[in-house]
């Protein structure tokens, strides 16, 4: 979580919301690292997860991510949960909860849904104030 909340940081240098997400292996290894990148490519799905999976997918040859985890900074969105479903990751780690708009618990429980084919395991919480403060801090500045 500690590099996710790192590339968190990275995005406040583009002006993006500061969420960041890392996917690692069995090893612990990271495969890719990823922060939101919406505000600077115009790209709607410049999510901190989206690109953390698409660089974890180059670097293993393969879109499934089997055997993988995924941490992100904030409980992903129906999007977010849906590519993490689709990569077939096999857990989701995530710190602050997102009341407005979280599928992994939230609002929605997309990862756990029975209809799909797979199910990723979640952890929540892991250094969520962390996480929280980040996002409070930078939304702080926005609202003035």
């Known amino acids: 979580m500690r590099a996710a909340l790192a590339e968190a940081h990275a995005a406040l240098a583009t002006g993006d919301v500061p969420i960041g997400a ?6 612990g290894s990271v495969l890719g690292a990823g ?4 505000e600077r490519d115009a790209d709607p799905t410049g999510h901190a997860e989206v690109v953390a999976l698409r660089r974890a997918a180059v670097a293993r040859g393969e879109w499934r991510l089997t ?3 995924l941490v992100v900074t904030l409980e992903p969105c129906t999007m977010c949960a849906g590519a993490a479903v689709l990569a077939r990751v096999d857990r989701v780690v995530f710190g602050a909860y997102d009341d407005k708009a979280g599928a992994v618990g ?4 997309v990862v756990r849904d029975r209809r ?7 952890l929540a919480g892991v250094l969520a104030t962390e996480s929280a403060a980040l ?3 930078f ?6």
């Not at 890392?22 to 090893?27: A, N």
């Not at 939230?106 to 429980?109: F, G, I, Q």
């Not at 799909?116 to 979640?122: A, G, I, K, M, Q």
């Not at 939304?139 to 003035?144: E, I, K, L, N």
């Open 106 to 109: 939230s609002l929605w429980d």
């Open 139 to 144: 939304f702080s500045t926005q609202r003035r």
């Open 22 to 27: 890392v996917v690692v292996d069995e090893t």
């Open 35 to 38: 922060h939101n990148v919406r």
């Open 135 to 137: 996002l409070d801090g």
């Open 116 to 122: 799909l084919n797979h199910r990723p395991e979640v």
């Open 67 to 69: 055997g993988c985890t």
